[in-house]
């Protein structure tokens, strides 16, 4: 600080942060061979994009049950975990530069057990990939990397 209590260094002013507060949700890429399980979102800023099936943990609930839960509720699908896979942060600003969203995603590692994956709400269009065709789909951030650390435990990498 100068003597005159001005910061050395800009720092944005907080905006509205106590309506925002961060979310923890858990996601699961599962794999059925080399195969990776994607969803294209349904809703929310990331309609319309690929990813992982997952959503909010529930309190009491772990990262790896939330993960499973997820799953099963947007895709219909069940799998075995096999462990974490990375952590993403998605953190939204609206068109006048306030925080509007932010959420720890971690993300899993598992390989399928059984079902079919359907659509619905969450999920317009599900589908399986080889891992290295991640990149050239129109995806949320990060997503190629999470799958590659995620196949690479799933011995497909």
Known sequence: M??????????PAPTSC??????????????RGPLVLLARRGAGPAAGLWSLPGGRVEP???????????????VG?????IGFAGVREVIRYDDDGRLAGHFVVVAHAARWRSGEPQTGPEATEVGWFRPAEVEGLDTTDGLAAIV????????VA
């Open 18 to 31: 106590t309506e925002v507060r961060p979310v923890l949700a858990a996601s699961v890429a599962v794999f």
């Open 2 to 11: 100068t003597d005159s209590q001005t910061p050395l260094i800009a720092v």
């Open 60 to 74: 009491g609930e772990s990262l790896a049950a939330a993960a499973l839960r997820e799953l099963a509720e947007e």
């Open 77 to 81: 699908v069940s799998a075995e975990m």
């Open 148 to 155: 590659a650390a995620a196949a690479h435990l799933a011995g």
